[in-house]
């Protein structure tokens, strides 16, 4: 059974920077991030291939997110720059159904890590 943790949430300023970190229990499959605002729906952030040689991303955080992975020490990675007031949100690390970054179905979730972006 797929475990992930999150860390690396908090605080920050708009136009300030977070990394956010999910370890992973099992290998061999893509990996991404998604996150929930309050009263919004969950919506897909990032996605990467099972070795990193792929990505994904929301038209909403193309040129500022950046997702990466280190495969051998199973964590995947979620790097934010000049947030937003709107990225502000609850984050999840999500194991996709496949080995791909273009998602196709959620196999595991991890709990969640608060990210909050002050104007």
């Known amino acids: 059974q797929q475990h992930l943790v999150e860390s690396g949430g908090g605080l920050v300023q708009a136009g300030g920077s977070l990394r956010l970190s999910c370890a992973y229990s099992i290998k061999g499959f893509g990996m991404g991030w998604f996150r929930q605002a309050p009263g919004k729906e969950r919506e897909f952030v990032a996605g990467i291939s099972r070795f990193g040689t792929s990505t994904t991303y929301a038209d909403s955080v193309k040129g500022r997110f950046t997702i990466s992975r280190d495969h051998d020490k199973n964590v995947v990675f979620l790097q934010m720059n000049n947030l937003k007031p709107e990225d502000t949100a609850v984050y999840y690390c999500?194991?996709?159904?496949?080995?791909?970054?273009?998602?196709?179905?959620?196999?595991?979730w991890g709990q969640g890590t608060q990210v909050t972006v002050s104007s």
């Open positions: 999500a194991q996709n159904q496949n080995f791909g970054a273009t998602w196709y179905k959620t196999g595991a």
